[in-house]
C-alpha cells in the first residue's frame, strides 16, 4: 500500500480469504472486494435459498460500505454476477429491498457458477467523503 490507499476492514463481513482486501480506500473512492453469501463468522446460512445467498452477499458489501463511513447512497457502481439467468428477478427484488432509494450503477452478470458452488457474488465501488 501507499499513503493515497488505505484498507477498509470489518467484522461485519467475512475477513478476505486470500491475498486481498475486504475494500480499499483510494481518497474519497471506495473499492468493495467481490462479496460471497458468507456471514461474518462464517457459520452456515440459515437460508440458503438464491434470496437468501442476494441478501447475505449484499449485506457484506453494505457493511463494508458503512466501515469507511459510507451508506448504500453512495454507493456509485454495483457488478452482480448471478448463477443462472433466471435468478435475474429474484436478485432484483432483494437488492431493490436493501438498497432502498439508492439506484447505483449496476451490471449484473449471467454465470455458469461461482466458487465453493454459491450463487451470488456482489462488488461495488462507493463514493464517501470529499
Same mark, same amino acid.
Given at each position: 500500500?501507499n499513503d493515497?490507499?488505505s484498507p477498509?476492514a470489518? &467484522?461485519?463481513?467475512? /475477513?478476505a480469504?486470500?491475498?486481498?482486501?475486504?475494500?480499499? !480506500?483510494a481518497? @474519497?473512492t471506495?473499492?468493495?472486494?467481490g462479496?460471497?453469501?458468507?456471514?461474518a463468522?462464517?457459520?452456515?446460512?440459515e437460508?440458503?435459498?438464491f434470496?437468501?445467498?442476494?441478501?447475505q452477499a449484499?449485506?457484506?458489501m453494505? &457493511?463494508i460500505?458503512? /466501515?469507511a463511513?459510507g451508506?448504500?447512497a453512495d454507493?456509485c !457502481?454495483v457488478? @452482480?454476477?448471478?448463477?443462472?439467468?433466471?435468478?435475474w428477478?429474484e436478485?432484483?427484488?432483494v437488492?431493490a429491498?436493501?438498497l432502498?432509494?439508492?439506484?447505483?450503477a449496476?451490471?449484473v452478470v449471467?454465470?455458469?457458477?461461482?466458487h465453493y458452488?454459491?450463487?451470488?457474488?456482489v462488488d461495488?465501488?462507493?463514493l464517501?467523503?470529499d
Amino acid at each position: 500500500m501507499n499513503d493515497r490507499i488505505s484498507p477498509v476492514a470489518t &467484522a461485519k463481513a467475512p /475477513a478476505a480469504a486470500g491475498h486481498y482486501s475486504q475494500g480499499l !480506500r483510494a481518497g @474519497a473512492t471506495l473499492y468493495v472486494s467481490g462479496q460471497l453469501p458468507i456471514s461474518a463468522d462464517k457459520s452456515p446460512l440459515e437460508d440458503m435459498s438464491f434470496a437468501g445467498q442476494a441478501r447475505q452477499a449484499v449485506a457484506n458489501m453494505l &457493511a463494508i460500505v458503512e /466501515a469507511a463511513g459510507g451508506s448504500s447512497a453512495d454507493l456509485c !457502481r454495483v457488478t @452482480a454476477y448471478i448463477v443462472g439467468v433466471e435468478n435475474w428477478p429474484e436478485f432484483n427484488r432483494v437488492y431493490a429491498e436493501m438498497l432502498g432509494d439508492a439506484k447505483p450503477a449496476r451490471t449484473v452478470v449471467p454465470v455458469a457458477e461461482l466458487h465453493y458452488g454459491y450463487l451470488v457474488e456482489v462488488d461495488g465501488i462507493a463514493l464517501i467523503g470529499d
